[in-house]
């Protein structure tokens, strides 16, 4: 069973960090780019960043660039996140794609105080 298991998120007042991992599990993501969503309340989820298979190549959405750093180790992909905001707040998601698939977790809470 594949499955992809994030955690690390929580309460933070703004301009403090926190590192989220996902974990993945049921079969070799090492072909997959992996990537990081959000949901906020009422809103739909967007893309956050995203790391390719070779972890060479990264792609973050404008509003987190140079805040936010996504790596990989293995099959456990990070998001370190700086100065948080609190538009930050949402339900982050960690996502591996390939050409013929994805994947989703469950998801981990961030919120951040003003």
């Known amino acids: 069973q594949v499955q992809l298991i994030e955690s690390g998120g929580g309460l933070v007042q703004a301009g403090g960090s926190l590192r989220l991992s996902c974990a993945a599990s049921?079969?070799?993501?090492?072909?997959?780019?992996m990537g990081w969503y959000r949901q906020a309340p009422g809103k739909e989820r967007e893309f956050v960043a995203q790391?390719?298979?070779?972890?060479?190549s990264t792609t973050y959405i404008d509003s987190v660039k140079g805040r936010f750093t996504i790596s990989r180790n293995n099959a456990i992909v990070y998001l370190q996140m700086n100065n948080l905001k609190p538009e930050d707040t949402a339900i982050y998601y960690c996502?591996?794609?390939?050409?013929?698939?994805?994947?989703w977790g469950q998801g981990t809470q961030v919120t951040v105080s003003s």
């Open positions: 996502n591996a794609a390939s050409s013929l698939t994805n994947y």
């Open positions: 790391i390719d298979w070779s972890g060479g």
């Open positions: 049921g079969r070799t993501f090492k072909w997959y780019d």
